[in-house]
DNA sequence: TGGCTATATGGCAATTATACCATGTATCCG
DNA sequence: CGGATACATGGTATAATTGCCATATAGCCA
């Protein structure tokens, strides 16, 4: 029972992890809108396009989005629509922090 | 605004990034159902003392937990009460994964 | 004061993540 | 076919993460 919770943790990490780069947060957002391909979100992202391809394997390894050929372009789209949950409460998290801030700047 | 953008991705993984470890997804899940000191934290995690202690210092960091002097001992809660909606969209990603895995094991 | 308990921190080795370049593969078009 | 476009992947250098040991700091108590 250890040990499956244990496994549960890192499961979940894995997929922590893989949110854990700005670059691939970025894609994620961009996804919720529209399905992209890797041409479209290298020039959103900004970086060297097999950098993106690498970001969007690891999204894609850990079941975030899925892609679909489209003639000679990956087309990609996220696969959970729970991501709001997620941006919403990393948002309320900064926003906390801010106030925390906030504070400590007052009482100077 | 673009530079405003990339910095808000950049906090944005910082979190994530706190989040991407089993044993501080540990420790969050436990702090969810209770406050705890260091060391019930460190038999929970079952790593050595000070890895817990950083790890915790990782979470106070980016500002998902705070502690609190008792005595001798420092005493962590969580600051957000958020963390379910991370927690049940990683298991709604982790569910849909296992459906995927299911559908190829099946057509074997 | 001296020793014990509870935490935090510095240091260091090992693992992992990241980015870009070069190159491979596949599709499309003329 | 041959070239161009769109992606993916291997290689590799650099940076970040992680864990434990040793040690520092602080409160507690006899």
């Known amino acids: 029972m250890k040990i499956k919770t244990r496994q549960r943790y890192e499961a979940?990490?894995?997929?922590?992890?893989?949110?854990?780069?700005?670059?691939r947060l970025?894609?994620?957002?961009?996804l919720q809108q529209q399905e992209l391909c890797v041409c479209e979100l290298t020039e959103l992202v900004g970086s060297d396009q097999s950098t993106v391809s690498k970001h969007l394997a690891v999204l894609k390894n850990t079941g975030l989005v899925e892609d679909r050929k489209e003639g000679s372009m990956s087309v990609y789209h996220n696969t959970c629509q729970c991501l709001d949950g997620f941006f919403g409460c990393m948002e309320?998290?900064?926003k906390a922090n801010f106030k925390t801030q906030a504070k400590l700047v007052a009482s100077l």
Chains 1, 2 share one sequence.
């Open 92 to 94: 309320s998290v900064l």
């Open 12 to 23: 979940r990490a894995k997929i922590a992890k893989a949110l854990a780069h700005p670059s």
């Open 26 to 30: 970025m894609i994620l957002d961009a």
